[in-house]
C-alpha cells in the first residue's frame, strides 16, 4: 500500500473503485482514493496545483498551500483525522475534497479539513467534469469514512460544491451572504467609484474631511514585514475584545491553536501564500485594519479590526474604498469580504454569493443528532441567547462553549 494511506475501505461501488492512492493512478477507470498523510499530499501536490487553476474561481482554503499549512500547524493534534477525497480518471486526478473526521460532542463529524479555520467549504473539480456527477461518485466513500455524519460548512451556492449538492442535500440553519466586489466589471477604481451611491460617496467624503482636521488620514498596505506582522497582532486582539463586548462567540476563536495558525501568516515566504495587510491611519493611529490572502486573482478579506474611539468616523467603512482601490492597484479580480453579510460591507461591496452549510446524517446516531440537537434544540438555544444581555451571553458561552485544545 502507498506512503498516502495509513488505512482505507476498500470496496466497489457502480460508478467507481474505491482503492489506495498509489493503485488509483494505474487504473484504467474512475477510482475514488483518500489521502490522510502530510506525505500523501505532498505526493499530489503538482496535480492538486493544476486542480486549482481548473476549478472555482474561490479555492483558497482548498488550496495546496493552505492545506499544508494548516497539516503542518495541526501536526500532534489528536483532533485532525485527514480524509482527502480524490477522484481519478484513468489516473488522472480529476477532484479533490478535503474533509478530516472531527469529534463533536461525542459524535463523530465529517467536515472541512481545515475547520474551524477555513472561511469555505468547496471541492476541487477539473474543467470538463460535472461537480453533481463527481460528488455523487464520492458519495459511497463519505457514507463509509466512519463518521456519524456529514457537515459540509459556509459552501458558497455558486462553487463547484454549491452546484454539486444543490440538488441532492438540504441546507442547515440559515443562509448568510459573502459580499464582494467584482472588480473586472470596472475598468479602474474611478470608474467602479462612480457607481457606488451619490450619498455612499457624500458620506465618506464627509467622513474623511472630518478626520483631516486633525491629522492627515493615510493608507498603509504591506505584503511582509513589521506592518504586516502588526496588522495581525492588532485585529486579531481586536476581533477577540469585540466578541467579548458583544457577548459572541466564534469557533475559530474558541480554538486554542487559531492563534498560532493566524501568527504563521506573518511570514509569507513561509507558508507559500500570498498574505496581505491593509492599514488606515489618522496621523500615526491606526485606526482600522484588515488583512487577509490573495490567491487566484481574488483577494480574501480574512480578519479585521477597528480603534473604537473612532466609531463615529465609521473607519470601517472608510477603510473598505481603501481596500478595494488598492485591490484595483494590485490587478486583482474580485475583492472577497466573505461571511457574514455585515451591512457596512454593503457600503461598497454591490453584490453577494448565498453561503450555507449542508449536513447529511451517516448513521442512526446521527441522524439522532441532526435532529434533535441541528434542528430543533441548537436554534431555540440561539434565540434564546441572543435574546440575553452581552455579558450574561458572553458568560453562557465560556460556560457551555469552553475553549478547545
Not at 155 to 183: F, N, T
Not at 233 to 239: H, I, K, L
Not at 351 to 364: E, S
Not at 394 to 400: A, D, H, Q, W
Request: charged letters at 25%; a positive charge.
Amino acid at each position: 500500500m502507498s506512503a498516502v494511506m495509513a488505512k482505507t475501505a476498500v470496496f466497489r461501488s457502480e460508478d467507481a473503485d474505491i482503492v489506495a492512492e498509489g493503485d488509483a493512478k494505474s487504473l484504467n477507470r474512475t477510482a475514488i482514493s483518500l489521502v490522510r498523510t502530510l506525505a500523501g499530499m505532498r505526493e499530489i501536490e503538482t496535480e492538486w496545483r493544476k486542480l486549482e487553476d481548473e476549478s472555482g474561481e474561490a479555492c483558497l482554503f482548498q488550496s495546496f498551500d493552505w492545506c499544508v499549512n494548516f497539516a503542518l500547524h495541526a501536526k500532534g493534534r489528536e483532533q485532525d483525522d485527514f480524509r482527502i477525497f480524490t477522484l481519478r480518471r484513468n489516473g488522472k486526478l480529476k477532484a479533490v475534497l478535503p474533509l478530516a473526521i472531527r469529534l463533536n460532542q461525542g459524535i463523530k463529524v465529517l467536515t472541512g479539513m481545515t475547520e474551524p479555520f477555513q472561511q469555505y467549504t468547496d471541492m476541487l473539480v477539473a474543467g470538463g467534469e460535472n461537480p453533481e456527477t463527481v460528488f455523487r461518485t464520492m458519495l459511497p466513500a463519505l457514507k463509509n469514512a466512519g463518521a456519524d455524519y456529514l457537515h459540509l460548512g459556509q459552501v458558497r451556492k455558486s462553487s463547484p460544491l454549491g452546484r454539486a449538492v444543490s440538488g441532492s442535500l438540504k441546507p442547515s440553519g440559515e443562509v448568510d451572504g459573502a459580499p464582494y466586489v467584482q472588480l473586472s466589471d470596472w475598468p479602474d477604481f474611478e470608474t467602479y467609484f462612480q457607481s457606488v451611491k451619490a450619498k455612499t460617496r457624500k458620506n465618506m467624503r464627509n467622513a474623511r474631511n472630518r478626520l483631516e482636521r486633525d491629522a492627515p488620514v493615510t493608507h498603509l498596505v504591506a505584503r511582509g514585514g513589521s506592518v504586516l506582522t502588526e496588522v495581525i497582532d492588532r485585529s486579531f486582539e481586536g476581533r477577540e475584545a469585540w466578541l467579548e463586548r458583544q457577548g459572541l462567540t466564534s469557533r475559530a476563536f474558541r480554538d486554542s491553536g487559531f492563534a498560532g495558525f493566524v501568527s504563521r501568516f506573518k511570514d509569507p515566504e513561509l507558508t507559500g501564500i500570498e498574505t496581505v495587510a491593509f492599514s488606515l491611519q489618522h496621523g500615526d493611529k491606526p485606526i482600522a485594519d484588515q488583512w487577509g490572502f490573495i490567491h487566484k486573482g481574488r483577494y480574501y478579506a480574512f480578519i479585521a479590526g477597528w480603534d473604537q474611539a473612532y466609531e463615529e468616523s465609521s473607519p470601517g467603512k472608510l477603510h473598505l474604498g481603501n481596500i478595494i482601490e488598492a485591490c484595483y492597484e494590485a490587478g486583482l479580480k474580485t475583492a472577497d469580504f466573505m461571511i457574514p453579510a455585515a451591512r457596512y460591507k454593503f457600503t461598497w461591496a454591490n453584490d453577494a454569493t448565498p453561503v450555507c452549510d449542508y449536513v447529511m446524517p451517516l448513521t442512526l446516531r446521527g441522524r439522532i443528532h441532526n435532529t434533535l440537537w441541528l434542528n430543533l434544540i441548537r436554534p431555540l438555544a440561539k434565540q434564546v441567547a441572543y435574546a440575553m444581555p452581552a455579558g450574561l451571553r458572553s458568560l453562557l458561552f465560556r460556560i457551555v462553549m469552553p475553549s478547545k485544545e
